[in-house]
C-alpha cells in the first residue's frame, strides 16, 4: 500500500469523522476548575439556561457537540456577532447578553462545567412524529386597546449583573388595606409607595442559611400576612436553603438527588405597626427538591374570606414538580400522595400534621385518608407560581409550562389540573421527550382543563396578574390583566368568560410609555424582560422589570 494512498485515506477520515475523533476531550478535566465553572454557571447563566430543557435560552446538554471550544469562546464574548455571522446557531431573535468582561480562563472554566455536563443521546428521547409542530396555532389577537403606563422608579438594584433587582411579590394588608408591600427574590421584603422602597425584613439578615442562586424562582419565594396581622402579628414566607440544611418533612428515596430545600416559616413581629421586622420566627415545615427549579413559589390567604368561613386564616401553598419530571422521576409528582406539583391548604393555628407544626383542614379532599397527603387542595400543576382570587371569588392558578403551553386555571377542591401527563389541553409523555405534546385523540383519562392558554409561539413563560378593581379606568374593569415573563407581552381575558374547564380567547394590548408606543424588550434592552405584575391598596395595577428593576404604574387605555 502506498504512502500517497495512505496519505489520502488519513485526509479523508480526518474531514469524514473530525479531528476531535482523534484528539483529547479540548476542555478542562480537573475538578477544580469544573467547580470553578459551575459557580460561574450558576451567577451568570443557570437564570436562563439548564441541561434538561428549554426555557428562556436552549437547555446545554449537546451545545459543546455544535461547535469547537474557540468559535465558543468567541461566541460568549460576543453573541451578536457570531448570530450576525450564522443565524442559524441560536434561532433567538434576540441574542443573549454578552460575557465580555469574564477572563479567558473563567470561559475556559465555565466551559469545562458545561462539557462536565453533555449527555450523551439517549434513544429513549428520540422526537416522536405524532408530536405537534404548533399546538396552537390559532394567534392571540391583539387587540384595539392601549395600555398606557407611567414609569414611577427604579428599586434598589440587589446585584450589579442582570437581573438588577428581583422585584417579584406585591402583597396588601387584609386589615389595613393601605399598607403595601413587594418583595425581591434576592431576599428584601420592603414597604411600597410610588416614590420609594423602604425595607422591612432583610433574610440575609435573620436566616443565616438562606440562599437565592443559582436564580429561577430561588430565594424569598412568596410571603403572606395574617388575615389578623394587626392583631396577632403573624405573618409567613417560603425561602429556599442548600440541600440537607435540616431533615426536611417531604422526602423522597434517598437515590434520589436532593439539589435544595423549600422551607415555610411563621414569623411573629413584637409589633405589627412598626416600620422594620423585629420579633421571632418557626418553621412550619420543609421540603426537598430535586432541582432548582419549580420551587415554593407561591403562599397566599384567601382575601375574599371572612371569619367564620371555611377558608378563613388558611394558608394556601403552591408547590411546582422541582423539576423531578423532566429529570426522569414523575412518580414523586403524579398523585395525590405526595405534595409536588400540587396546591396545599393548612391551618397554621392546628397541629394535627405528621411533624406537629400546622394542621391540616378537615375540609381538605384527603384529610382523613392516611395514604394520601392530606395538605392537598388539588393537583397536577408544573409551576403554580401564583394564586390569586377574582372579585368574584375565583381562585385563578397559573401554571408555567415545559416546552409548549402556558396555562391559566380555575382551581377548586380535589381536582387533577394532569401534570405531568397533561401539559395545557395536550398529553405529554413523562417517560419519553417531553419537549413534544400530542394530541388527546379520544384519550379518556379525566382531569380538569386549563380557562386559558397559548403556546411557546406566543411567548415563554406566563407572569399572573389580576383583575383590575380601581374606578379610574372604566375600559379596564373586569379585565384580568396577566402577560409573559420573557418576551414581555402584556395580555388580559375577560374575567367573567373565565370558568372552570372551560377556553377562553386572550387578546393582547399594545404599550404605551410616556405617550410613546413601544414595548418591554425595546424598554429593557435585553431579550428576557422578567415581567411582572402587582396590585395596589385601591385595585390599580403595577408593572415592574426585575432585568432592570423598574416599576410602572397602569394609568390609562384607550
Keep these: 500500500m502506498s504512502k500517497k494512498f495512505l496519505k489520502t485515506a488519513f485526509v479523508l477520515i480526518f474531514f469524514t469523522f473530525g479531528h476531535n475523533s482523534f484528539s483529547q476531550n479540548p476542555y478542562n478535566l480537573a475538578a477544580e476548575s469544573i467547580q470553578s465553572g459551575k459557580e460561574l454557571f450558576e451567577i451568570q447563566c443557570a437564570a436562563c439556561h439548564n441541561f434538561t430543557q428549554n426555557g428562556i435560552g436552549p437547555e446545554l446538554s449537546q451545545t459543546l457537540k455544535k461547535r469547537d471550544k474557540n468559535w465558543l469562546i468567541s461566541y460568549l464574548k460576543n453573541p451578536q456577532k457570531a448570530m450576525d455571522t450564522e443565524p442559524n446557531f441560536d434561532k433567538r431573535t434576540i441574542a443573549m447578553p454578552a460575557f465580555a468582561h469574564l477572563k479567558k480562563a473563567e470561559v475556559e472554566n465555565l466551559l469545562a462545567f458545561i462539557n462536565s455536563k453533555q449527555a450523551k443521546p439517549d434513544p429513549r428521547k428520540a422526537l416522536s412524529p405524532d408530536g405537534l409542530k404548533n399546538p396552537i396555532p390559532e394567534p392571540i389577537k391583539k387587540s384595539e386597546l392601549t395600555l398606557k403606563l407611567k414609569y414611577l422608579y427604579t428599586a434598589p438594584a440587589t446585584s450589579d449583573k442582570i437581573p438588577l433587582a428581583r422585584i417579584n411579590t406585591m402583597v396588601v394588608l387584609n386589615d389595613d388595606p393601605k399598607k403595601v408591600f413587594l418583595s425581591d427574590l434576592r431576599g428584601i421584603v420592603y414597604h411600597f409607595n410610588e416614590k420609594e422602597l423602604n425595607p422591612y425584613l432583610d433574610f440575609k439578615k435573620m436566616v443565616p442559611e438562606y440562599i437565592h442562586v443559582p436564580g429561577l424562582a430561588t430565594g424569598l419565594g412568596s410571603y403572606a400576612f395574617h388575615p389578623e396581622f394587626l392583631k396577632n402579628g403573624l405573618f409567613y414566607t417560603a425561602h429556599s436553603e442548600k440541600a440537607k440544611s435540616r431533615k426536611a418533612d417531604f422526602r423522597y428515596a434517598d437515590s434520589i438527588k436532593v439539589t435544595l430545600q423549600w422551607v415555610l416559616t411563621e414569623w411573629k413581629t413584637n409589633n405589627p405597626e412598626a416600620e422594620t421586622f423585629e420579633g421571632t420566627r418557626r418553621e412550619l415545615f420543609r421540603i426537598d427538591m430535586v432541582s432548582q427549579i419549580h420551587g415554593m413559589q407561591e403562599i397566599a390567604f384567601n382575601p375574599n374570606s371572612?371569619?367564620?368561613?371555611?377558608?378563613?386564616?388558611?394558608?394556601?401553598?403552591?408547590?411546582?414538580?422541582?423539576?423531578?419530571?423532566?429529570?426522569?422521576?414523575?412518580?414523586?409528582?403524579?398523585?395525590?400522595?405526595?405534595?409536588?406539583?400540587?396546591?396545599?391548604?393548612?391551618?397554621?393555628?392546628?397541629?394535627?400534621?405528621?411533624?406537629?407544626?400546622?394542621?391540616?383542614?378537615?375540609?381538605?379532599?384527603?384529610?382523613?385518608?392516611?395514604?394520601?397527603?392530606?395538605?392537598?387542595?388539588?393537583?397536577?400543576?408544573?409551576?403554580?407560581?401564583?394564586?390569586?382570587?377574582?372579585?368574584?371569588?375565583?381562585?385563578?392558578?397559573?401554571?408555567?409550562?415545559?416546552?409548549?403551553?402556558?396555562?391559566?386555571?380555575?382551581?377548586?377542591?380535589?381536582?387533577?389540573?394532569?401534570?405531568?401527563?397533561?401539559?395545557?389541553?395536550?398529553?405529554?409523555?413523562?417517560?419519553?421527550?417531553?419537549?413534544?405534546?400530542?394530541?388527546?385523540?379520544?384519550?379518556?383519562?379525566?382531569?380538569?382543563?386549563?380557562?386559558?392558554?397559548?403556546?411557546?409561539?406566543?411567548?415563554?413563560?406566563?407572569?399572573?396578574?389580576?383583575?383590575?378593581?380601581?374606578?379610574?379606568?372604566?375600559?379596564?374593569?373586569?379585565?384580568?390583566?396577566?402577560?409573559d415573563i420573557v418576551n414581555g407581552k402584556v395580555l388580559f381575558v375577560e374575567n367573567k368568560d373565565l370558568n372552570l374547564g372551560q377556553m377562553t380567547n386572550i387578546q393582547e394590548f399594545a404599550l404605551e410609555f410616556d405617550g410613546k408606543i413601544d414595548n418591554f424588550r425595546n424598554i429593557c434592552k435585553n431579550n428576557k424582560t422578567d415581567l411582572r405584575f402587582g396590585q395596589g391598596a385601591n385595585g390599580e395595577i403595577y408593572v415592574y422589570t426585575k432585568t432592570d428593576g423598574k416599576i410602572y404604574k397602569v394609568v390609562g387605555c384607550e
Design 306 to 483: 371572612k371569619a367564620g368561613d371555611e377558608d378563613y386564616g388558611l394558608l394556601y401553598i403552591g408547590i411546582g414538580d422541582g423539576g423531578a419530571s423532566e429529570n426522569g422521576f414523575p412518580f414523586i409528582c403524579n398523585s395525590f400522595s405526595t405534595p409536588w406539583s400540587s396546591v396545599l391548604r393548612i391551618d397554621p393555628a392546628g397541629n394535627n400534621s405528621k411533624n406537629g407544626n400546622y394542621g391540616i383542614p378537615a375540609s381538605n379532599p384527603n384529610a382523613n385518608n392516611k395514604e394520601m397527603a392530606g395538605e392537598v387542595f388539588c393537583r397536577g400543576f408544573r409551576n403554580p407560581n401564583r394564586i390569586y382570587w377574582s372579585p368574584d371569588g375565583k381562585m385563578i392558578i397559573s401554571d408555567i409550562g415545559h416546552t409548549n403551553v402556558e396555562e391559566l386555571n380555575i382551581g377548586q377542591k380535589g381536582l387533577d389540573y394532569g401534570w405531568p401527563y397533561r401539559e395545557g389541553t395536550f398529553i405529554i409523555k413523562p417517560e419519553a421527550n417531553m419537549k413534544q405534546v400530542f394530541d388527546l385523540k379520544g384519550n379518556t383519562k379525566s382531569y380538569t382543563w386549563p380557562s386559558a392558554q397559548y403556546d411557546h409561539d406566543e411567548g415563554y413563560a406566563i407572569s399572573a396578574g389580576y383583575v383590575y378593581t380601581a374606578n379610574e379606568i372604566p375600559a379596564l374593569r373586569g379585565k384580568y390583566i396577566f402577560g
